[in-house]
């Protein structure tokens, strides 16, 4: 079973903050502060040994001031369901089936992290697992085959494959020339 990255990163910020080393602190807190998503790239890249993972991970989770530099420079309204910076960056780029299936994998990667804290949430989360993440894989091989002629769209959807191991038997393969 493929390790899905984007939901291994959201565990590793959490069990960061969540740290007794965390919980503890009682030093200068304003110099000490730590983003979730500098911790999630500090984490991921202290567990992932490939350069290209740890460069995977950093692109997945920015600084707030990168967020906002790279919806800025988008060139469109990047909706806040879009939360990786990678997808971010490529957003306004791509057409609206590929803009809405990133949307949706936002989404899904963002309710993998939470927890059912009681009976309700774990409703609430199923029925949203149901929404975002059902049939995921099959809906990014239509898209596949939908763009396979469409070398800079082709190219975006190796990225978001590879951030969220939606299809690793699709074998895709960049335009030639």
Not at 23 to 39: I, R
């Amino acid at each position: 079973m493929p390790i899905n990255r984007a939901a291994l990163i959201a565990c590793l910020s959490l069990l960061a903050a969540c740290s007794p080393q965390a919980a503890d602190s009682t030093g200068d807190v304003a110099a000490d502060v730590v983003t979730p998503a500098a911790a999630a790239v500090t984490s991921a890249a202290a567990v992932t040994p490939a350069a290209d993972e740890a460069d995977t991970a950093a692109t997945l989770a920015g600084t707030l001031e990168e967020d906002q530099q790279a919806r800025a420079a988008a060139g469109c309204s990047v909706p806040d369901d879009v939360a990786f910076l990678q997808d971010i960056r490529i957003y306004c780029d791509m057409p609206a089936d590929v803009q809405a299936f990133i949307a949706r994998e936002n989404s899904c990667e963002h309710i993998a992290g939470e927890e059912p804290y009681d009976d309700a949430r774990s409703r609430e989360l199923e029925a949203a697992t149901a929404r975002f993440c059902d049939d995921r894989e099959k809906i990014f091989a239509n898209l596949v085959a939908r763009h396979r002629d469409d070398c800079a769209i082709r190219q975006a959807l190796i990225g978001v494959n590879l951030r969220y191991d939606l299809s690793p038997d699709l074998d895709l393969k960049p335009c030639e020339g």
